[in-house]
């Protein structure tokens, strides 16, 4: 099993598989690790949402076969952000584009998990933004405490 990520390689081995390798976050690494693997590797079927932030088989051109299969969306709801509240958890860049359709957030923190992600809340006047030093969920909420560079 080939992971993206940590928290995934952590659910692979919990739900039974022996040999687990993550790219630790990052896409490119793991089409490298896959490509590093030789010629057993592949076909590949790479589970994965509709709308990707990243597209593996196409970094791993005709070095690796592999095919994408979608098997869950991402759909913005449109509610509106509650009146109060200190501070935001964005997970993708799809998540910072979708915030900045929304009120003002003067005053307050995002905590972004990539540099994507901050980037995609564009210049909030008054925002404070800090972003994860790795882009998983235990960086993620450490960062709600450890103020980082400004994005």
Request: glycine share 10%; hydrophobic share 50%.
């Amino acid at each position: 099993m080939f992971t993206v990520g940590d928290a995934t390689a952590r659910a692979a081995r919990a739900a039974g598989f022996e040999r687990v390798l993550s790219a630790q976050g990052d896409l490119e690494r793991l089409a490298a690790l896959l490509v590093t693997q030789g010629p057993d590797v592949g076909p590949l079927l790479v589970p994965g949402p509709l709308e990707p932030a990243g597209d593996l088989p196409t970094l791993l051109g005709d070095r690796v076969a592999a095919r994408a299969l979608p098997v869950y969306e991402a759909v913005e709801t449109g509610a509106a952000a509650p009146d109060a509240f200190d501070a935001v958890l964005v997970h993708s860049a799809r998540a910072g584009r979708a915030l900045r359709g929304l009120g003002p957030f003067a005053g307050h923190v995002a905590i972004a998990i990539s540099d994507a992600a901050a980037e995609s809340l564009g210049d909030r006047p008054g925002l404070e933004i800090r972003v994860a030093p790795t882009p998983d969920e235990t960086a993620l909420l450490a960062a709600l405490g450890n103020p980082v560079r400004r994005v």
